[in-house]
């Protein structure tokens, strides 16, 4: 897939060019596919190092730098603690990723795939909050819970942007911004959970193909029309805007011509 999309949608929303510019000390994580090394980026071009960044495996091609291809950082660290704390941290903040709803039930290769993918993430944090708990003060923003929207539907990323944040409003009203990992149960964590026994029995039986793909058609004709809505939603939003504008310079205009006369 092409990332030239991606790369406008970036260059579009950051105000700086290079990683040093930023107020804060920035550091943006990569992986090198080739060695499977962790590469922490702290100077350059800020668009190059982020498409380094979020460069998936078998979805956007490696950014090829010196004799290096570097890919998405999350193969090796998704959500880089270790790195924070060698780097001087004394708390760190982290926005896990979340986990699909358990009602849903993924409906072909490639939602088992992402589903897959998520909770390897999840299991990797689950991990790094168990080492790192009493070494440096961690700060857990809950994530939005039993949300129905499959992993790869992004016409519904206001919907999960919104969501977020009442999410995060709510915990800090209630909760508060203190370390919290003692008490955070963080989906994945085989550490501190209990045993799920289970007897093993026949399996029931699924969806024949023909269903399956029946269910799937419905289901990404009903993404698409979403989409769509949401799309005509803002194209309307976006003409209104700009009749309001032409609307108040007319009227500027004819407050200038009589004072003028």
Same mark, same amino acid.
């Given at each position: ?21 930023? $107020?804060?000390?920035?550091?943006? &994580? ?18 190059? @190092? ?18 290096? @291809? ?69 700060? &857990? ?10 992993? !790869? ?12 944040? $009442? ?18 149960? !963080? ?29 799937? &058609?419905?289901?990404?004709?009903? @993404? ?15 003409? &209104? ?21």
């Amino acid at each position: 897939m092409s990332p030239k999309n991606l790369r406008k949608l970036i260059t579009e929303k950051i105000p700086f060019e290079r990683i040093e510019e930023t $107020k804060l000390p920035l550091y943006i &994580i990569s992986t090198d596919i080739k060695c499977s090394e962790e590469v922490v980026f702290d100077k350059g071009l800020l668009i190059e @190092a982020l498409m380094a960044s979020v460069g998936i495996p078998g979805v956007f091609p490696p950014q090829h730098m010196e004799d290096r @291809a570097m890919v998405d950082g999350a193969l090796v660290n998704n959500t880089p603690i270790s790195t924070a704390v060698k780097l001087g941290a004394e708390c760190v903040v982290i926005f896990p990723i979340g986990v699909p709803s358990a009602d849903q039930d993924p409906k072909n290769v490639m939602e088992i795939l992402i589903r897959s993918f998520i909770y390897l993430l999840n299991r990797q944090l689950a991990t790094d909050i168990q080492i790192y708990k009493n070494k440096v003060e961690l700060v &857990i923003v809950p994530p939005p819970e039993c949300i129905d929207v499959r992993p !790869h539907d992004f016409s519904k990323s206001n919907y999960l942007i919104n969501e977020a944040y $009442k999410k995060a409003k709510d915990w800090l009203r209630t909760d508060g911004f203190k370390p919290n990992s003692e008490k955070y149960s !963080h989906p994945c964590d085989v550490h501190s959970s209990a045993i799920n026994f289970l007897e093993a029995v026949v399996p029931e039986e699924g969806l024949k193909a023909k269903e399956r793909i029946k269910v799937n &058609i419905s289901e990404t004709s009903k @993404a698409l029309k979403d989409s769509l809505y949401d799309k005509s939603d803002e194209i309307k939003a976006g003409i &209104i805007s700009k009749r309001d504008e032409l609307k108040e310079k007319l009227t500027r205009k004819k407050i200038v011509e009589k004072s003028e006369e």
